[in-house]
């Protein structure tokens, strides 16, 4: 499961927001992720585009590790408007994943993605 390879290439999908009290600011977006190999041995990094206008813009890059307790590839991040973390599941060719604010864990984002 924590294998890399099952993770690299592209992913096109959908990012919702399921919590509109913890990240008011949330919208739900039409996404495209491209995962590479990291810079450590057995990590992941995520180019993360949303799509506008038919466009695609970058909104972050983050190295994912596997997390063998959570059975899950997982990513602590810092914005300007909040401090969160990642978990992604690769399960064939389908990638569900969500964010969670930190500390409190409400889970504000739920992703579902295809690989290309």
Do not use: I
Request: glycine share 10%; hydrophobic share 35%; with cysteine.
């Amino acid at each position: 499961a924590g294998t890399p390879a099952r993770l690299l290439g592209t992913w096109r999908g959908t990012s919702v927001c399921t919590d509109r009290v913890a990240a008011p600011s949330c919208r739900d977006e039409t996404v495209v992720y491209e995962f590479t190999a990291g810079k450590s041995p057995g990590t992941v990094h995520w180019a993360a585009d949303n799509v506008v206008d038919g466009q695609r813009r970058r909104m972050y890059e983050l190295e994912l590790a596997y997390d063998d307790v959570g059975a899950c590839w997982k990513a602590e991040f810092d914005s300007p408007r909040f401090r969160g973390v990642w978990r992604l599941v690769v399960e064939g060719t389908r990638l569900t994943g969500t964010a969670r604010l930190l500390p409190g864990n409400a889970t504000v984002r739920k992703l579902d993605l295809r690989k290309d």
